[in-house]
């Protein structure tokens, strides 16, 4: 968003033009047209499914704003873009556009102060915050409101936000201790913990720190004559640590001895690991929560991008692989498909897509818990959930994975396979049948939901949900062959599935087989078939999982 400053020249040219009475000025002229536009769209749900009409409406309010910053109107058009951006989200489910938004309305009240739109601007604003999870910073929004406009007509319904939010008012920071305050002063970032995972062929050491890690790796070699192992060493700049975390920590598993940290200089934090072994080693830091992640890898030449899932090594208290990877993959959303009164696909038996979705979801959630990760299901009974709530849902719970789990349906009751999809635009007619079956929408609406997909996949997972989908159907098509044999693979597929725009975190669906096939139909009702299905899918995930390990991280 482009919004541009006061500029003063102008500001003399139109000057206070108050009034109703007054001609209208050029800009002002502007502003009704792009109104005239804004309500054509907002009354026509039509034109609301092309990304292209949102975009045209916004960019002519833009426009207004940029070339007349001083136009009576100006507010009034940031004001619309923020609405705009955000009943956009509302259709789009992509966050990116309810950001827009809210920085649209910070934009309106830190530009135009004195507009009478301002503390709306900064309600509106808090309200999406609040949306997206961040209380802290909405009750602030809604506390600038009291202090700066409590004469407006927002003061009101302010107080009652920061009354329901006190809970998030900021609190004053405590003294800090002397030492530590001594060590921090200066430095941006306070190092919180130190931990490390033995792991069959390398050891993860992860310090966990209060900012941004800048940081220099060296090597030093074996020094006999003063007893020490060969040595790598990390420099952490800008940094300091508490004494109570600078107790050597003891490793002993073949690829490190121990891991050593300490304050090297008044701005310097030094990690350094001594090696037992080590035949290749990798230094990388991460975001949210910021941390620095050390991978030390043996020596045994097994070290090649895919990696064997191994229990938690022993020791204390062992955290989940998901963690101890250190990936981010912590959280899985499963999302059984249909229920309620949508029964999905029908069987000719008679058979329900919905329960055996169900069924394969509740299946699925154990196995993968018992993995340490932490499971949650779009629903847990016979109930109807609209597709966009079922991709929000995995969203808002920020989950890192999102698993869609289906049965098939087509006209022609002899087909028969597995096919698991990704986000994308249809390339057969095969997989635009298949999404029209799961949006339950006409040929017509699905190709303008591929007219809004264009710009919607480029903010998607693509490359991950594709990786991610190839695990799951590779696995599927081994296991249930393994034991029931002549499943076709119909592969990988890419189409339009409204329950998959918009997520935030690499996305599939998995139509697991043709429930219009009797066969299918037969199989499907198994319970060994249904258990077959439930761990192919797990292995799938956790083959996905484990190649992102190590040597993958590094390109995160
Ligand atoms: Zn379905």
């Known amino acids: 968003m482009k919004v541009k400053g006061i500029v003063l020249a102008v500001l003399v040219a139109f000057g206070p033009l108050a009034?109703?009475?007054?001609a209208k000025t050029y800009c002002e002229r502007l502003y009704d047209s792009a109104r005239r536009d804004y309500y054509s769209l907002l009354e026509s749900p039509r034109k609301q499914k092309?990304?292209?009409?949102?975009?045209?409406?916004?960019?002519?309010?833009?426009?207004?704003?940029?070339?007349?910053?001083?136009?009576?109107?100006?507010?009034?058009c940031l004001f619309n873009i923020g609405v705009l951006y955000g009943k956009l989200y509302r259709v789009s489910w992509v966050q990116e556009d309810l950001r827009s938004s809210l920085r649209t309305y910070q934009n309106l009240e830190k530009e135009y102060p004195k507009s009478s739109l301002a503390d709306d601007a900064l309600f509106n604003a808090g309200e999406i915050l609040e949306e997206m999870g961040d209380k802290e910073k909405a009750y602030l929004l809604y506390a600038r409101i009291l202090d700066r406009y409590s004469k407006g007509d927002m003061a009101r319904k302010a107080k009652s936000k920061t009354a329901g939010l006190a809970a998030f008012a900021p609190k004053p920071t405590p003294p800090k201790p002397a030492t530590t305050a001594v060590l921090a002063a200066g430095s941006s970032l306070v190092v919180t913990d130190v931990r490390y995972w033995s792991n069959p062929d390398y050891t993860r050491v992860v310090v966990t720190g209060t900012g941004a890690f800048r940081y220099e790796e060296?090597?030093?070699?074996?020094?006999?004559?003063?007893?020490?192992?060969?040595?790598?060493?990390?420099?952490?700049?800008?940094?300091?640590?508490?004494r109570s975390l600078c107790d050597p920590i003891p490793i002993a598993d073949g690829l490190l001895q121990q891991a050593r940290i300490a304050q090297h200089d008044p701005r310097t934090v030094r990690l350094v690991l001594d090696i037992d072994s080590m035949k290749d080693h990798r230094v990388f830091s991460m975001e949210n929560p910021s941390r620095l992640v050390i991978d030390v890898i043996g020596d045994e030449g097994r070290y090649n991008g895919r990696k064997v899932i191994a229990p938690p090594s022993s020791q204390d208290s062992p955290l989940p692989l998901a963690q101890q990877l250190g990936l981010g993959i912590k959280r899985i959303v499963l999302d059984p498909g249909h229920g309620g009164k949508d029964p999905g696909a029908v069987g000719p038996r008679g058979l329900k897509e919905k329960e055996v979705t169900l069924d394969l979801a509740r299946r699925l959630k154990p196995l993968l818990e018992k993995q340490g990760y932490e499971v949650l299901m779009t629903r847990k009974t016979d109930v109807f959930i609209p597709l966009h709530e079922r991709t929000a849902f995995a969203n808002q719970n920020r989950a890192d994975l999102f698993i869609s789990i289906h049965t098939n349906a087509s006209r022609n009751r002899n087909v028969r396979g597995i096919e698991t999809y990704f986000l994308g635009v249809a390339k057969s007619r095969e997989a635009s049948e298949t999404a029209m079956l799961e949006n339950a929408i006409s040929q017509q609406a699905l190709s303008d939901l591929e007219k809004i997909l264009f710009d919607l996949t480029r903010t998607s997972n693509l490359k991950q949900s594709s990786d991610l989908a190839e695990s799951i159907q590779q696995?599927?098509?081994?296991?249930?062959?393994?034991?029931?044999?002549?499943?076709?693979?119909?592969?990988?597929?890419?189409?339009?599935?409204?329950?998959?725009?918009?997520?935030?975190?690499?996305?599939?669906?998995?139509?697991?087989?043709?429930?219009?096939?009797?066969?299918?139909?037969?199989?499907?009702?198994?319970?060994?078939?249904?258990?077959?299905?439930?761990?192919?899918?797990?292995?799938?995930?956790?083959?996905?999982?484990?190649?992102l390990s190590p040597a993958q991280t590094g390109k995160l």
Request: glycine fraction near 6%; charged fraction near 25%; hydrophobic fraction near 40%.
């Open 19 to 22: 009034g109703a009475a007054h």
């Open 50 to 76: 092309f990304h292209d009409n949102w975009e045209r409406v916004i960019d002519k309010f833009e426009k207004i704003v940029d070339q007349y910053p001083a136009c009576s109107k100006a507010p009034d």
């Open 475 to 547: 696995n599927l098509v081994w296991g249930l062959n393994d034991s029931f044999r002549g499943i076709p693979d119909l592969g990988v597929k890419q189409a339009s599935f409204y329950v998959l725009i918009g997520a935030q975190m690499p996305a599939v669906l998995v139509e697991t087989s043709f429930i219009s096939n009797p066969t299918g139909e037969g199989l499907l009702s198994r319970e060994d078939y249904r258990e077959k299905l439930a761990q192919s899918i797990f292995r799938g995930i956790l083959s996905y999982a484990a190649a």
């Open 218 to 242: 060296n090597q030093l070699r074996r020094d006999d004559s003063a007893g020490k192992p060969p040595r790598l060493y990390i420099d952490i700049k800008d940094a300091s640590i508490p």
